[in-house]
């Protein structure tokens, strides 16, 4: 069983910051990457951020240079250092671990960027 748990989501001006993160716990051996997704009203679900378990990063080009993804791996949580906000960046963050065969997804949390 795995489990995932995220917070730091909230209502914040356009320019403003937030960090998200996402614990993840339970029955994990192994972690190939974790990162966030994010679906606004009327939208698909999008990849915002990802890193792999070497570090590496993928970022949305609509994010680059605004988000950072980083990870502890000793505590198996993934983050999301949001700045530079923006209205569009309003959705649904979700947290996505990829274990082997599998994918688990967090509750979300609701960032709401206002102008």
């Known amino acids: 069983q795995v489990q995932l748990v995220e917070s730091g989501g909230g209502l914040v001006q356009a320019g403003g910051s937030l960090r998200l993160s996402c614990a993840a716990s339970g029955s994990i051996f192994s972690i190939n990457a974790m990162g966030w997704y994010r679906q606004a009203p009327g939208k698909q679900r999008e990849l915002v951020a990802t890193t792999t378990s070497g570090g590496s990063t993928n970022y949305a080009e609509s994010v680059k240079g605004r988000f950072a993804v980083s990870r502890d791996n000793a505590k198996n949580t993934v983050y999301l250092q949001m700045t530079k906000l923006k209205p569009e960046d309003t959705a649904v963050y979700y947290c996505?671990?990829?274990?082997?065969?599998?994918?688990?997804w967090g509750q979300g949390t609701q960032v709401t960027v206002s102008s």
């Open positions: 996505n671990v990829e274990i082997p065969y599998r994918s688990y």
